[in-house]
């Protein structure tokens, strides 16, 4: 306990205090939290508390992010059940999570994503073995989207809570778009039809980051085909040729955007290659019909339009759609987007307890979400900012990927995406390439668990 009071000293100026900050990671006005808090209190009700609710209790937690506020209105939440309850937040570097909680074995509750848990799982569980079994606790996960939660589940052991969920896809200047007498496409050959009259009127279509652009544009095709199709898994894990050419053709339409100027790596190049602040602002010069990424990406626009001066303006509608990819529609691939893992050796571990109890109920997952500015991870999505892709008109594969897909499948992908994108290799031999690192480290991964 000793160790903890003097490390909560310490954190006093490095880290801090979530109570009221809304500064809107992910856009939402003072107004709207203020309603969605208001909306939060009224539907908790059921929510009982199992614990001394006066007791003064300070939390630690840890994560990723430089800054978490959405975390914070859950808590104004949480308090108006444990009123002396405060969390600090601190960030930490995810590569190196193992290192972290060997030198803060107390922090309380952990920030953990896949690649913490199940990826090393076969090298070293000393993540994992650190997390609590959520269920084992007594905690109701059923708010959860069942796929999500498998995805978190290990050993049969609910180790985390699932923020939200994580798309890839681009933003669509919905009113260029109309200028031009086009709209939103839903399938592959609708975009191509589009990117074309795009690029005849002087447009580069699509533009992104040159890190992760030619990743992002056929991402949710691969993942989709091999999550759903447990026979082009097996062939990818053991290498065989029938893999190379089932995903040869999601390499081709890399080549083929390219190859008719849909996309153009010397304006790639030129793109913000932090693809997050710079990017937005680039997107609301108002020039750029589609913008490759995430949602993570997508969650910080709406506070950024005022910063852009081109945007104040002259304002445009925009959305996050899917990639129309597929012959009869999107391909639509999700994940979990990180989550809250509670550390057995917490000293109050009661309370880091109870705080997830209290997170896991679907009116504070959709808070989090809605203040983040993510797609939420209950089955329950009626974020505004998200109509586009909750009810796509044409969808040719959804795959939630609970875990089958595991993420040196998908970190591997974008190596040889981004190489047959920059013309280092073709289609076919980054599908060769790929299915051959898949295969080896598959290998690796059963050697270990003999």
Known sequence: MRNKLLRRLALVCAAAVLTCGLAGCGGTTPEAASSSAASAAAESTAFEPKLDTEKEVALEASGFFGNFEALDQVLNNFNEYYPNVTISYEQNNGDKLVEYLKNNPYVDIIMTDDTNLRYPDWVDSYIADQCADLTAEGIDVSAVQPELLEECTFDGKVLRIPFAENHVGMVVNKTLLEKEGLSVPTNYADFLTTLEALKQAGYTPIQGSENSIYTELVYNMAMCMIGSDPKLLDALNNGDESAVETLTPVFEKIEELKKKGYVDSRVNAEYPADNYDGAIL?????????????????????????????????????AFIDVPMGDNGVYEYVEPWFGFSVNKNSDDYDYAVEFIRFLAQEEQLNTLASVKGVPTATNNNTDARFDDINSQPQVAVRYVNDGTVMNHVKDYFGHDAENCGKGEMTAEEAARDYVARCAETAREMAEAAQ
Do not use: L
């Not at 589609?290 to 993570?296: A, G, H, I, K, L």
């Open 282 to 318: 680039k997107f609301f010069e108002g020039d750029v019909p589609f913008w490759v990424c995430n949602t993570e990406k997508y969650s910080g626009m709406k506070k950024r339009e005022s910063k852009s001066e081109a945007f104040s303006a002259s304002p445009f509608e925009y």
